[in-house]
């Protein structure tokens, strides 16, 4: 069975071209959503993919209906495939059903991978680079050692709690515990809530 989704990014816009596209190669079933393609969230292509049973096929006017980057795209077709569901794209001619559309879904998908590998590449070269200049990635810490002093000290007075030592170092609890450690064995002997 073919079903057909029809996608607009606006309320303005209407879906009647690609409505009447996917009627015409014989789309029994047709789903519109009219929701931006950057997000993710789409009801009504989940109610597709939903109806849509092992060997149907999922058509859309255009490969840019479906998802707004080649990431989204292949996510997408990849969670139609463990459904056992076909996809197919008028325009671009692309028909994952048969082993040619195949083949160009799978060269879509590794300049998708060599893309991300490209970018992680250039990311790690960038963070060598930083380190060899003495900067180092990341977040600063939020305690520095005069911050671990004082709350050492404020730790040393039983009469204060593990949460009024954080409060007033300027930390959650949680951190605080990070940077001394110890200070759980304090707080059991401290605190009875």
């Not at 789903?31 to 989940?46: C, I, N, T, W």
């Not at 080649?70 to 996510?75: A, D, G, R, S, T």
């Not at 990341?138 to 520095?144: D, F, L, S, T, V």
Request: hydrophobic share 40%; proline share 3%.
């Amino acid at each position: 069975m073919l079903v057909g989704y029809a996608r607009v990014s606006t309320q303005d816009q209407r879906p009647h071209l690609q409505l009447d596209a996917l009627s015409a190669v014989g789309c029994e079933k047709l789903f519109e959503e009219k929701a931006s393609g950057a997000q993710r969230d789409r009801p009504q292509l989940s109610a597709a993919i939903d109806y849509m049973r092992n060997g149907d096929t999922l058509v859309v006017w255009k490969l840019d209906r479906l998802a707004r980057s080649l990431k989204q795209l292949i996510e997408t077709v990849e969670v139609l495939e463990a459904h056992g569901i076909g996809f197919r794209s008028l325009t671009e001619s692309i028909d994952t059903t048969s082993s040619g559309g195949r083949l160009i879904f799978h060269i879509f998908a590794a300049l998708a991978e060599f893309e991300r590998s490209i970018i992680r590449e250039r990311t790690m070269a960038g963070l060598k680079s930083a380190r060899e200049r003495g900067r180092l990635g990341g977040r600063p810490p939020a305690m520095n050692e005069s911050d671990v002093a004082a709350a050492r000290a404020l730790l040393s007075d039983r009469n204060i709690t593990v949460k009024e030592v954080a409060r007033r170092v300027g930390v959650s609890v949680s951190t605080l515990y990070q940077h001394l450690p110890a200070a759980r064995a304090t707080a059991t002997r401290q605190e009875p809530e």
